[in-house]
């Protein structure tokens, strides 16, 4: 467990019981109040505090502050405890958090129904290529992940990927199958995904759909979001006719955008917006 290493623990248990509640600071009180022994503070590379540990002698429960701020009380309560001070990249505790909350979709969620087409993953990859060229190491937001198959493209050509989708059986499928990195995944609702997530220079969403009457202000946020958090956005379709929905949506938020069809496959990836930011 990449959060209890770098705490230098065996076990650690976080109070917040998914990622998305990590901004919650209602466990900030909650930690605070936490009866304790002693206790052990992560701060990252300027100093900030990104976790607090605490040992009630049945175990070490921590908070993390990764999307909340912690307050005076919290450093109050690591000074009344004469805390041990560990110190690590912010980067690297972002990480073990999604680790940790990923892993635990693995382990308690039944995955969802093998849905895995080999084959697509060298198509989208070339599209990629394509359209990007080569950004090694970059950071790409890769929404609606499914169970992995865009994780395994961008992956293919040199890219980061940080995967994010709703749908915890196909993380759990993702996760066990090793197509999603746990430590590159998060269970979490696209529609707020800016309130999450940095900014990245790209971000893709594989097979958006199906757009239509009942669903598109569902994809319209979505989109929104990603416009919101990339430069670059690659969106793919089975229809001209959603491809040309989103365009307009990007247009609207002075985007420039090309639409293309993909031949490539036809079924899954067919129509392709290319959003940039002017």
């Known amino acids: 467990m990449r959060a209890a290493v770098l705490l230098d623990l065996d076990e650690i248990t976080m ?28 701060i990252s590379e300027d100093e900030w505090p990104l976790a607090l540990a605490l040992n009630d002698g049945k175990g070490w429960k921590v908070g993390s502050f990764l999307l909340r701020a912690p307050n005076e009380q919290v450093i109050d309560k690591a000074d009344s405890l004469d805390a041990d001070i560990f110190q690590e990249e912010r980067k690297e505790w972002e990480a073990a958090v999604r680790d940790y909350f990923s892993m635990r979709v693995a382990r308690e969620i039944q995955p969802a129904l093998e849905d895995f087409n080999p084959k697509r993953v060298p198509l989208v990859a070339d599209l990629i290529r394509e359209r990007w060229g080569s950004l090694k190491s970059e950071v790409c937001i890769d929404a609606g992940c499914g169970s992995g198959a865009g994780a395994m493209a961008l992956r293919q050509v040199g890219l980061s990927p940080l995967s994010f989708d709703n749908d915890a059986s196909l993380l759990s499928l993702g996760l066990r199958t090793g197509r ?42 979505i989109v929104n979001e990603m416009l919101e958090l990339t430069d670059r956005t690659l969106v793919t379709f089975g229809t001209e006719k959603e491809a040309r929905m989103v365009e307009g949506w990007a247009k609207e938020r002075n985007r420039k955008v090309e639409v ?10 067919g129509w392709v917006c290319d959003i940039r930011r002017v």
């Open 15 to 42: 109070i917040e019981p998914s990622f998305e509640r990590l901004a919650d600071d209602a466990y900030t009180g909650m930690l605070i109040t936490l009866p304790a022994k002693e206790a052990r503070l992560l």
């Open 180 to 221: 999603l990195r746990p430590e590159d995944t998060i269970l979490l609702d696209g529609t707020k995904a800016s309130k999450y997530l940095a900014h990245a220079g790209h971000g893709v969403i594989l097979m958006a759909g199906e757009i239509g009457p009942h669903n598109h202000l569902f994809w319209r946020r």
């Open 260 to 269: 293309l069809e993909n031949k490539r496959d036809l079924f899954y990836d």
